[in-house]
């Protein structure tokens, strides 16, 4: 089932301690936004990929791009002020189609077989979203206080993509924008329309490159996949 993916690149460094968008930083000599692309650049259930971009970095991200041969990259938009005005840039410049996945560019060991099912999952009920079980006793403190320890068992962290009907999140995004309202992230602003968002099950190595410890774990996945890959 085929799909459009929308990627806001548009971020800074500043959790990462770095002094460019993070996405910029590398992983083994490549950026880590290309490892990215690449996943779905090689699915054949992707139509087009969109990024939402810094309007100063649009012409070295294109050079990536072009130098990549990442021909699924369709299109771009300037991005804005808020990760959500810069996904809703896309979404407004994109071709009307069936379903649209939102991912962090951030995010480069994503499974293939996670967006399937997301894709599938969306098509059915409108909405769907990566997650994994929280693994980890999580307790509520009021003031430095415990005052509750909540019951894991129905807790999830929410990863991306996150994929939905077009015309569904396109509303959203929309409404929010009008609205004044910022979420957390796209499923918050279709809960707004109280419309369902299913969980799909993803895995724990979908980590999101944020700190510099992230840069760590994320070189020692990729040295894994390349020692699976060798046998």
């Excluded at 460019?20 to 950026?31: D, I, R, T, V």
């Excluded at 070189?219 to 996949?225: D, F, H, T």
Aim: charged share 25%; proline share 4%; glycine share 4%.
């Amino acid at each position: 089932m085929n799909y459009t993916v929308v990627l806001p690149a548009a971020g800074s460094g500043k959790r990462m301690k770095a002094d460019k968008n993070k996405l910029l930083l590398e992983l083994f000599g490549k950026p880590i936004f290309l490892y990215t692309l690449e996943v779905f650049q090689q699915d054949p259930n992707c139509d087009a990929i969109w990024l939402a971009v810094k309007e100063q970095e649009r012409d070295l991200i294109e050079s990536y791009v072009k130098s990549y041969q990442l021909t699924k990259v369709q299109g771009y938009a300037t991005g804005g002020t808020e990760r959500q005005d810069s996904v809703r840039a896309c979404l407004e410049a994109i071709p009307s189609c069936g379903v649209v996945l939102v991912h962090d560019a951030a995010r480069p060991f994503i499974d293939t077989a996670v967006i399937a099912n997301l894709v599938k999952t969306a098509n059915t009920s409108g909405a769907a979203i990566a997650a994994v079980p929280v693994k980890d006793t999580i307790k509520k403190a009021e003031k430095g206080i415990i005052s509750e320890t909540i019951d894991r068992n129905q807790l999830w962290m929410i990863q991306t993509p996150q994929a939905f009907r077009y015309s569904l999140i396109l509303k959203a995004a929309q409404a929010a924008y009008q609205d004044e309202f910022i979420g957390t992230d796209e499923a918050m602003l279709v809960e707004r329309l109280h419309h369902p968002v299913a969980i799909v099950e993803s895995t724990y190595e979908n980590i999101k490159m944020t700190t510099p410890d992230d840069l760590i774990y994320g070189k020692a996945i990729l040295e894994s996949r390349l020692q699976e890959e060798q046998k």
